[in-house]
């Protein structure tokens, strides 16, 4: 089992900037890929961005060059730097955890993020 904690999130004008971080604890020596999600009202839950054990990444064109994930092995957490936000950013945010053995993704409850002014 593993458990995931997010924090961070907030209410922030346009334009602002907002750090999200999500600290794995349980069962983490299986966990290799970890990621960001978001989910908006009325609308499905769609990728933010992602990042391998060994630090590889990717994004979703909505967010590139805006966001930047990144991870501490050490500490199992994962973190999303958000610069430059925008209305349409405002959702709920869920990070998720892979495991291998056996495979599977925990997500963590969710953390909402408001851009407005």
């Known amino acids: 089992q593993v458990q995931l904690v997010e924090s961070g999130g907030g209410l922030v004008q346009p334009g602002g900037s907002l750090r999200l971080s999500c600290a794995a604890s349980g069962s983490t020596t299986s966990i290799y890929n970890m990621g960001w999600y978001r989910q908006a009202p009325g609308k499905q839950r769609e990728l933010v961005a992602g990042?391998?054990?060994?630090?590889?990444?990717n994004y979703a064109d909505s967010v590139k060059g805006r966001f930047t994930i990144s991870r501490d092995n050490a500490k199992n957490t994962v973190f999303l730097q958000m610069n430059s936000l925008k209305s349409e950013d405002t959702a709920v945010y869920y990070c998720?955890?892979?495991?291998?053995?056996?495979?599977?993704?925990?997500w963590g409850q969710g953390t909402q993020v408001t851009v407005s002014s």
């Open positions: 990042i391998t054990k060994g630090g590889s990444t």
């Open positions: 998720h955890a892979d495991v291998s053995v056996p495979l599977y993704r925990y």
